[in-house]
């Protein structure tokens, strides 16, 4: 069992930064892949990066890579989402989810945080 808590969410400008932290209980944390996934209101779930049990490797969509950057602490049991150049697009609700591989697709994820939400204005 893993439970998964964010934080570092807030209201910042358009063109500014944040770092999302996703702290984990759970023993067996840095066995999973992470990934980070974002919802606004009346769209679907969506995928903005993953990163690997390890931290070796990185995936992220178009919409966000060069802007947003995973990394993640096993001895902490974190998981960090920094966020550069926001847009106001990129307003949503966000959350990180753990799963045994790679992937995606949020159905793949088994464990979920209960996320925190991040505004960027115009």
């Known amino acids: 069992q893993v439970q998964l808590v964010e934080s570092g969410g807030g209201l910042v400008q358009a063109g500014g930064s944040l770092r999302l932290s996703c702290v984990a209980s759970g023993r067996t944390f840095s066995a999973y892949a992470v990934g980070w996934f974002r919802q606004a209101p009346g769209k679907e779930r969506e995928f903005v990066g993953a990163i690997t049990w390890n931290g070796g490797s990185t995936y992220y969509p178009d919409h966000v890579k060069g802007r947003f950057t995973i990394s993640r602490d096993n001895a902490k049991n974190t998981v960090y989402l920094q966020m550069n150049s926001l847009k106001a697009e990129d307003t949503a609700v966000y959350y990180c989810?753990?799963?045994?591989?790679?992937?995606?697709?949020?159905?793949?994820?088994?464990?979920w945080g209960q996320g925190t939400q991040v505004t960027a204005s115009s």
């Open positions: 989810a753990a799963s045994f591989g790679i992937q995606s697709s949020p159905n793949s994820y088994r464990y």
